[in-house]
């Protein structure tokens, strides 16, 4: 983003030039311009986010735009039921479920390890009408959810633990750890996800988790172990890769 068009932002949020002037000092000490003006544009929506709290990326809108396509292909009986884990900010989700309500009802539930996250979230979340909870993984889900999920979409933290260091200030020194560092080789919670997945996915549901090209083959190599059939799809020019994974059909 080009120093006027955040200026611009920075003037539209603030209420008295006094305000502006701490807003613009903030932006200046390093705080990413979302935690300063309080929002984050993605999918074309609002998503509120404050201090401390992952920032949604541009390139997970590719992840929304696969998971909207798998659940238009999924054709439930019911509802479309969504489930955003590893949630953040709800962004992910709360952009698939507003996509989906266009043209049909949409049970959203979404889920996070994060208290920061959890308290954006919650008001991203009702927006759409959805049910936020905090926990560790599955763990925080309820259990009735179990066997009915259509689309369990992630956006798990990838960044391998020596890596951290390498990313930009904004990230690194402005949004939790927990929201970035994806273990020796990034893929941690992705296996953790990818092995319990069968149990939450309705028999056409499918797991669709963001990744990059490098540690694609490992997160499918992940998601086949737990017994799913999957694919990759990846677009250049957002940088952006997802591997999904449905249950495999039996006989």
Do not use: K
Request: aromatic content about 4%.
């Amino acid at each position: 983003m080009f120093a006027e068009d955040e200026a611009d932002l920075l003037i539209a949020a603030a209420a008295t030039r006094d305000q502006l002037d701490d807003m613009v000092q903030r932006r200046a000490s390093g705080l990413p311009l979302e935690h300063v003006v309080g929002w984050a544009e993605f999918c074309g929506l609002r998503i509120a986010v404050g201090p401390g709290v992952f920032v949604p990326r541009r390139r997970s809108e590719f992840l929304v735009g696969q998971a909207i396509a798998a659940a238009r292909d999924s054709a439930p009986s019911g509802p479309w039921l969504v489930v955003d884990l590893c949630c953040g900010s709800g962004a992910v989700g709360v952009a698939v479920a507003a996509s989906l309500s266009t043209i049909g009802p949409v049970e959203l539930h979404a889920a996070d390890i994060d208290p920061a996250a959890m308290q954006c979230a919650r008001a991203n979340v009702a927006a759409v009408g959805g049910t936020v909870y905090q926990g560790d993984l599955y763990d925080a889900l309820p259990p009735g959810l179990a066997g009915r999920v259509g689309v369990l979409v992630v956006n798990a933290p990838y960044v391998p633990t020596g890596e951290i260091a390498l990313m930009p200030p904004e990230a690194r020194l402005h949004e939790p750890l927990v929201a970035l560092d994806g273990g020796p080789d990034g893929v941690m919670l992705h296996r953790r996800i990818a092995a319990a997945a069968p149990d939450w996915l309705a028999p056409a549901g499918c797991l669709l988790i963001e990744t990059s090209e490098r540690q694609a083959p490992q997160t499918v190599a992940a998601m086949t172990a737990a017994g799913l059939t999957t694919v990759v799809s990846a677009d250049e020019e957002m940088d952006a890769t997802v591997v999904i994974g449905t249950i495999r059909a039996v006989g």
